[in-house]
């Protein structure tokens, strides 16, 4: 299957500093990506959709200003944390699917484990 | 908007029992449906990919069904074993974009 390669898996930062995680698609190109975020006990919830190219769309919820994304070319995209504070510890993980329709499988990368101190 | 729902959220079985486990979705205009399992701490692995025209898929001791009418889908895992103990996902596509369930925590006894 697809690789979707996922960095850092963990972090610890200091509140008040940014953390940048990066996605990567290393064997195919993906249009959008999908950053989710998973609280302790809790399901994983999207964040928002990365599109190459233009703007990320951002779930109702979740600051644009604050998480923001870029997805420079086809095979990556970042989410940077700016600002963190202990309460946006959690597990953030993305997802991507090769471009060419909308119905294929979801590929995810590892999981990146945010601790903020 | 789509509201996943996977029940039981726990379920804690001895080794070698066959069990079910149950997702509903509340709206069935869905492109695929798919069963991750996740371990502590660790990211997803994809076990089955259902697309909205299949009824259901297998592999190996799992086995995923799909009623796209009634917004329901079961994973089948026979003869569990302790290392099947993990927190299973289900979540319905639609555009690539997943929603998921709450998940079921599965332990499985020796």
């Known amino acids: 299957g697809a690789v979707v390669s996922q960095h850092p898996s963990w972090v610890i930062c200091k509140s008040g500093t940014s953390v940048k995680i990066e996605c990567r698609s290393l064997d195919f190109q993906a249009t959008t990506m999908f950053w989710y975020r998973q609280f302790p006990k809790q399901s994983l919830m999207l964040m928002a959709t990365?599109?190459?190219?233009?703007?990320?769309?951002?779930e109702q919820g979740v600051e644009k200003d604050k998480f923001l994304i870029n997805h420079a070319s086809l095979t990556l995209s970042t989410l940077t944390v700016t600002s963190a504070h202990p309460e946006d510890s959690s597990f953030y993980i993305c997802s991507a699917s090769p471009r060419v329709r909308k119905n294929t499988e979801a590929f995810f990368g590892q999981g990146t484990r945010l601790t903020v101190v | 908007k789509q509201e996943v729902t996977q029940i039981p959220a726990a379920l804690s079985v001895p080794e070698g029992e066959n069990l079910v486990l149950n997702c509903s979705f509340t709206?069935?205009?869905?492109?695929?449906l798919q069963w991750f399992r996740q371990d502590p701490g660790k990211g997803l692995t994809s076990l089955l990919l259902i697309q909205s025209s299949q009824r259901e898929q297998t592999s190996g001791r799992l086995n995923a069904s799909l009623d796209k009418s009634s917004g329901r889908s079961t994973l089948y895992i026979a003869a569990s074993q302790p290392g099947d103990s993990a927190t299973y996902l289900c979540?319905?596509?639609?555009?690539?974009?997943?929603?998921f369930g709450g998940g079921t925590r599965l332990m499985v006894k020796p």
């Open positions: 979540a319905v596509g639609a555009g690539n974009m997943l929603t």
């Open positions: 709206d069935s205009a869905i492109y695929n």
């Open positions: 990365s599109n190459e190219g233009s703007k990320a769309t951002y």
